[in-house]
């Protein structure tokens, strides 16, 4: 059983701040790629940061700068911290890991950024 469990999500004004988890189980989380993908309504499914297990990072353009990837091996979680949002940052976020070339995904948290 794999479980990817997302939390932290919530609506705030622009240029506020959040920081998302997702816990892991069932897969061995230090040796697989994580990444938080988000998805805004009528738009595809983005990567917006990812992290190996050698905690390479990888960031999309959009939040370079303002968001960061980490992950805790000890504690089989991945967080984003998200500085500085603005309304385009609203969508689902969903938690991901790669393991074995197998994509397993968290079930999303929403995250609304709003005046």
């Known amino acids: 059983q794999v479980q990817l469990v997302e939390s932290g999500g919530g609506s705030v004004q622009p240029g506020g701040s959040l920081r998302l988890s997702c816990a892991v189980s069932?897969?061995?989380?230090?040796?697989?790629?994580m990444g938080w993908y988000r998805q805004a309504p009528a738009k595809e499914r983005e990567l917006v940061a990812d992290i190996t297990s050698g905690d390479f990072t990888n960031y999309a353009d959009s939040v370079k700068g303002r968001f960061t990837i980490s992950r805790d091996n000890a504690k089989n979680t991945v967080y984003l911290q998200m500085n500085s949002l603005n309304v385009e940052d609203t969508a689902v976020y969903y938690c991901?890991?790669?393991?074995?070339?197998?994509?397993?995904w968290g079930q999303g948290t929403q995250v609304t950024v709003s005046s």
């Open positions: 069932g897969i061995p989380f230090s040796i697989s790629t």
């Open positions: 991901k890991g790669r393991y074995r070339l197998v994509n397993y």
